[in-house]
């Protein structure tokens, strides 16, 4: 199956900024849905590939600074890019520290908005695909028993077979049978390649 075109999700309770950047944004050659309200834009349901949100600061109701808090708590995560007719400092460092990719001022300069939009898709198709890497790293951490996950987390820390025995209460050739296992389920060529693994998926020495 072929990965979504990425797409840019419109907000802004103004029909004639709606309209202009929509078509703005088509001419240059983007997928583009335009949305008058952040809860109009919430009865969507979530691009599935790459996309940007191109969202108004002030708006009636929510917020667009309220819209993004929202989407964090709820683990919806969007690259972000802000247009607004009046911003000021303390809202610019907050939406910044939030996440968002750019706050631009009304009336936005194309070449600006265009670049700041690459840049929004970019870092989000590059956290979707690590995300992805991530749960199937976690996949194969589900395929480990029990023990082999205790092995594993030690393997990691640089602890040898013998020292991982001794803490474990098995014998060294035990160990190594499961160190194996390990590898194998893991996919991983070396140790180093193991800890890299172990650090994306999280896994820890138990307490």
């Known amino acids: ?10 907000v802004d309770d103004d029909p004639s900024v709606r309209k202009s950047l929509t078509r703005l944004l088509a001419s240059a050659d983007y997928a583009v849905e335009a949305f008058a309200s952040a809860r109009e834009f919430l009865a969507r349901a979530p691009h599935e590939g790459p996309c940007c949100l191109v969202l108004d600061v002030r708006m009636p109701g929510l917020t667009g600074i309220e819209l993004q808090e929202m989407l964090a708590a709820t683990g919806r995560r969007m690259s972000i890019v ?3 007719g009046h911003a000021d400092v303390p809202m610019s460092v907050k939406a910044m520290k939030a996440g968002a ?3 631009l001022t009304k009336p936005v300069d194309v070449d600006v908005l265009i670049a700041a939009i690459r840049r ?7 956290e979707r695909a690590g995300e992805t890497r991530r ?11 029990a ?12 602890m ?21 296992r390990v590898m194998e389920k893991m996919q991983a ?9 172990a650090d994306a998926a999280g896994v820890t020495v138990p307490r």
Request: overall charge positive; proline content about 1%; hydrophobic content about 45%.
């Open 147 to 158: 023990r082999e996950v205790e092995v594993f987390a030690r393997v990691v820390t640089g």
């Open 101 to 103: 990719v750019d706050l």
């Open 1 to 10: 199956m072929s990965e979504a075109a990425p797409l840019i999700l419109v």
């Open 120 to 126: 929004a898709v970019t870092k989000d198709g590059s």
């Open 82 to 84: 802000f247009v607004t």
């Open 160 to 180: 040898l077979n013998k020292q991982i025995g001794s803490v474990l209460g098995i014998g060294e050739k035990t160990v190594k049978v499961h160190r194996a």
């Open 189 to 197: 060529g070396s140790v180093a390649e193991l800890v890299r693994l």
């Open 135 to 145: 749960a199937e790293i976690r996949q194969r951490v589900d395929t480990l028993t």
